[in-house]
């Protein structure tokens, strides 16, 4: 008997694939209720109609069927907005599945509402961050919600059982995936990236064979002769590249073919999860690997010390929050606010050369915003801009502190 016999309707974060297939049939069965399929493209680069058609076979109505393409949504309003605070988890990681979460945890309770349903499930396992993300929204945005986690339920913890269970009840599992099976790793993909995990990889002494990576070439292998991009930026936003305006997804898009060409956006890293162990993963975050260069440039001429350094300050928060799942918590959107606002002057361009996974700076202007003065900055005749003469005095006070506590170590 499930945990909540009382059920009539739940929406599922469904893809199509093994997973998420087992688990439709299993609400079905264990709950025998009405299911929603909820299938978001995202960018990951396969072909999310053959989701609805799986969906029709397993009888789900036609009206309960939701296929949307989110892509131009989850750059403006997740990973534009996290990459005007610099985040990066643990010093490497640009949090490319984590930010995902909250815009599919979004419309799985706004689906919720829509439907009437008492209940959202998801495929995120009990050993993982994606579990904390997908209910942290959930709770964030609909706190009486119910959330059932079949991973957590049932007792089919193996990928052998979930295509014996595939099997013993119809369940169409295409090839592909029933090869899966074994696969030395697993793979989660978006417009920001692709991460790999599991398998063989969860030896962190394992360097994983180059036919894993699928966005991005090896940076010996990248072209020989390097290229110039211009970033246009608006208010702290890629709004153009080479002078083409373009929306955020086009920018993102662009951006991972231009660095995947150039072998540019590999890690391979051991992070600390949410739920307390550490996991290994390899990471392909072409475009977003330039879009911090990139921001960075802009942000150095455009703002103003004390601010970078305070950003600075509480980026490894905000990256935090973040990873951990706080997208819709007052504390992210609090930071958010602020650091949102000191993106009104980060206006201007950027020039970057990319070379065999490489990325460097060449160039970079702001005909409004620009706090960089050469009068002050050069190293020729200022014509007074500057008097060297008051540097003395700001050393002195600067060391005052210091002095005091040398003198009274000699007893003066």
């Given at each position: 008997?499930?945990?909540?016999?009382?059920?009539?309707?739940?929406?599922?974060?469904?893809?199509?694939?093994?997973?998420?297939?087992?688990?439709?049939?299993w609400?079905?069965?264990?709950?025998?209720?009405?299911?929603?399929?909820?299938?978001?493209?995202?960018?990951?680069?396969?072909?999310?109609?053959?989701?609805?058609?799986?969906?029709?076979?397993?009888?789900?109505?036609?009206?309960?069927?939701?296929?949307?393409?989110?892509?131009?949504?989850?750059?403006?309003?997740?990973?534009?907005?996290m990459f005007?605070?610099?985040?990066?988890?643990?010093?490497?990681?640009?949090?490319?599945?984590?930010?995902?979460?909250?815009?599919?945890?979004?419309?799985?309770?706004?689906?919720?509402?829509?439907?009437?349903?008492d209940?959202?499930?998801?495929?995120?396992?009990?050993?993982?961050?994606d579990?904390?993300?997908?209910?942290?929204?959930?709770?964030?945005?609909?706190?009486?919600?119910?959330?059932?986690a079949?991973?957590?339920?049932?007792?089919l913890?193996?990928r052998?059982?979930?295509?014996?269970?595939?099997?013993?009840?119809?369940?169409?599992?295409?090839?592909?995936?029933?090869?899966?099976?074994?696969?030395?790793?697993?793979?989660?993909?978006?417009?920001?990236h692709?991460?790999?995990?599991?398998g063989?990889l969860?030896d962190?002494?394992?360097?994983?064979?180059?036919?894993?990576?699928?966005?991005?070439?090896?940076?010996?292998?990248a072209?020989?002769?390097?290229?110039?991009?211009?970033?246009?930026?608006?208010?702290?936003?890629?709004?153009?590249?080479?002078?083409?305006?373009?929306?955020?997804?086009?920018?993102l898009?662009?951006?991972?073919?231009i660095?995947?060409?150039?072998?540019?956006?590999?890690?391979?890293?051991?992070?600390?999860?949410?739920?307390?162990?550490?996991?290994?993963?390899?990471?392909?975050?072409?475009g977003g690997?330039?879009?911090?260069?990139?921001?960075?440039?802009?942000?150095?001429?455009?703002?103003?010390?004390?601010?970078?350094?305070?950003?600075?300050?509480?980026?490894?928060?905000?990256?935090?929050?973040?990873?951990?799942?706080?997208?819709?918590?007052?504390?992210?959107?609090?930071?958010?606010?602020?650091?949102?606002?000191?993106?009104?002057?980060v206006?201007?361009?950027?020039?970057?050369k990319?070379?065999?996974?490489?990325?460097?700076?060449?160039?970079?202007?702001?005909?409004s915003?620009?706090?960089?003065?050469?009068?002050?900055?050069?190293?020729?005749?200022?014509?007074?801009?500057?008097?060297?003469?008051?540097?003395?005095?700001?050393i002195?006070?600067?060391?005052?502190?210091?002095?005091?506590?040398?003198?009274?170590?000699?007893?003066?």
């Open positions: 008997m499930p945990a909540d016999a009382n059920i009539k309707k739940v929406v599922l974060a469904y893809s199509g694939g093994l997973d998420t297939s087992v688990i439709l049939k609400l079905q069965d264990v709950y025998r209720c009405d299911v929603v399929t909820f299938t978001a493209d995202i960018g990951q680069g396969e072909e999310v109609e053959p989701a609805r058609a799986k969906a029709l076979k397993m009888g789900i109505k036609k009206e309960n069927i939701y296929i949307e393409d989110l892509q131009e949504e989850f750059v403006r309003d997740f990973v534009f907005p005007r605070a610099n985040a990066v988890y643990e010093g490497e990681y640009l949090l490319g599945t984590s930010i995902a979460r909250p815009l599919i945890g979004k419309r799985l309770v706004e689906i919720a509402k829509e439907t009437g349903a209940a959202i499930a998801h495929g995120a396992t009990g050993k993982g961050n579990q904390v993300r997908f209910e942290l929204t959930a709770y964030a945005l609909m706190p009486n919600v119910t959330i059932i079949p991973w957590r339920e049932w007792d913890l193996s052998e059982k979930l295509v014996a269970y595939a099997d013993q009840h119809g369940i169409p599992v295409d090839f592909k995936k029933r090869d899966a099976v074994g696969a030395p790793y697993s793979m989660d993909a978006n417009l920001l692709i991460s790999y995990e599991g063989v969860e962190p002494d394992f360097a994983p064979e180059e036919s894993m990576w699928r966005m991005t070439v090896a940076p010996e292998k072209p020989d002769k390097a290229q110039i991009i211009e970033l246009t930026y608006e208010n702290g936003d890629i709004a153009g590249i080479d002078g083409e305006k373009m929306t955020p997804a086009q920018v898009t662009k951006l991972n073919e660095g995947g060409r150039h072998g540019i956006g590999r890690l391979d890293i051991v992070e600390n999860r949410y739920v307390g162990m550490k996991s290994r993963g390899c990471y392909e975050t072409p690997t330039i879009m911090l260069k990139a921001h960075r440039a802009m942000e150095s001429i455009t703002l103003d010390r004390e601010v970078l350094a305070l950003k600075d300050d509480l980026m490894p928060r905000y990256a935090r929050l973040v990873y951990n799942g706080y997208w819709f918590s007052p504390e992210r959107t609090l930071l958010q606010g602020l650091i949102d606002a000191s993106q009104t002057t206006n201007g361009t950027v020039k970057l990319l070379y065999k996974g490489t990325i460097m700076c060449i160039g970079r202007a702001s005909e915003d620009s706090l960089f003065d050469t009068r002050i900055a050069t190293f020729d005749d200022d014509a007074g801009a500057y008097d060297q003469k008051d540097a003395g005095g700001f002195k006070l600067n060391a005052l502190r210091l002095r005091i506590a040398a003198n009274r170590r000699r007893g003066k």
